[in-house]
C-alpha cells in the first residue's frame, strides 16, 4: 500500500472557525491532489500540486486553499468554514501526471 | 471532457465472474481508460488502466473494444471482498482531471 496518511481522520467544528487537514505521503511522488467526497457526486478535486509550492486549482476550490512547502506534506485549509463544506476529504498522490492515483484513509469534517 | 456512463448497481454471485461495463463514446485518441474501486469507508483504490489493448494485472482483466467507445472490467472470480463502487474514468493524457461520476456499486452475493 502506498504510503500516505491522513491527519486527522474525524474533526468537527463549527461554522466560521478556520480547519486545516493534513496529508502525508512517503513515497516522494511529485503530484499530490485534495479531493471531496459527498452523496450523489462522486469524488471533485478541490486542488492539485504538481510541486513544492506549485499548486492549481480543481473545480471546487471556493473556500478551499492549499500549500506545499515540502514534497512529503500538502495541507487543505478551511478558511472560515460552512456547513456546505462538511464532507469527507481524501488526499491523493501520482508520480506522474495522469498516472494511476493513489489515495489516503479519508478525513470526515463536520461543520456545525 | 469526456464523460462514462456505467450502470448505477449489478450483483454477481461470489466465485463467479464478474463483467462491468462502461461505454465512452466521445472518448478521444489521448484519452487512457482507468477503472478504480472504492470499498465501504475506504479510499478509492486503482485497479487497472488502458488504453487500446486489453490488460491484465492481478486484480482484474480490462477488455476495451476496437472501437475504444466502450469497455469491461473483467473480476475473473468475485469474492465477497469486491463488494464496492467501481469507478470509470477517462484521463486525458498530460492532464490532472480524474472525474469520477457516481460509478457502479457491485454487490457480491454468498
Known amino acids: 500500500d502506498a504510503g500516505i496518511t491522513q491527519s486527522p481522520r474525524h474533526k468537527v467544528t463549527e461554522t466560521g472557525t478556520p480547519v486545516t487537514l493534513r496529508c502525508h505521503q512517503t513515497e516522494n511522488h511529485r503530484y499530490m491532489y485534495w479531493y471531496r467526497q459527498d452523496p450523489g457526486h462522486g469524488l471533485r478535486l478541490i486542488h492539485y500540486s504538481y510541486g513544492v509550492k506549485d499548486t492549481d486549482k480543481g473545480e471546487v476550490s471556493d473556500g478551499y486553499s492549499v500549500s506545499r512547502s515540502k514534497t512529503e506534506d500538502f495541507l487543505l485549509t478551511l478558511e472560515s468554514a460552512t456547513s456546505s463544506q462538511t464532507s469527507v476529504y481524501f488526499c491523493a498522490i501520482s508520480e506522474k501526471i495522469s498516472y494511476e492515483q493513489y489515495f489516503g484513509p479519508g478525513t470526515r469534517l463536520t461543520v456545525t | 471532457d469526456a464523460k462514462t456512463t456505467q450502470p448505477n448497481s449489478m450483483e454477481s454471485n461470489e466465485e463467479e465472474p464478474v463483467h462491468l461495463p462502461c461505454n465512452h463514446s466521445?472518448?478521444?485518441?489521448?484519452?487512457?481508460i482507468h477503472w478504480y474501486r472504492q470499498l465501504p469507508s475506504q479510499g478509492p483504490e486503482y485497479v487497472i488502466h488502458g488504453l487500446t489493448s486489453n490488460v491484465n494485472n492481478r486484480m482484474a482483466s480490462l477488455a476495451i473494444a476496437e472501437d475504444r467507445k466502450s469497455s469491461t472490467l473483467i473480476l475473473h472470480r468475485a469474492t465477497l471482498r469486491d463488494a464496492a463502487v467501481y469507478y470509470c474514468?477517462?484521463?486525458?493524457?498530460?492532464?490532472?482531471?480524474?472525474?469520477f461520476g457516481t460509478g457502479t456499486r457491485l454487490k457480491v452475493l454468498a
Open positions: 474514468i477517462l484521463i486525458t493524457s498530460g492532464t490532472y482531471k480524474y472525474i
Open positions: 466521445t472518448i478521444s485518441g489521448t484519452d487512457y
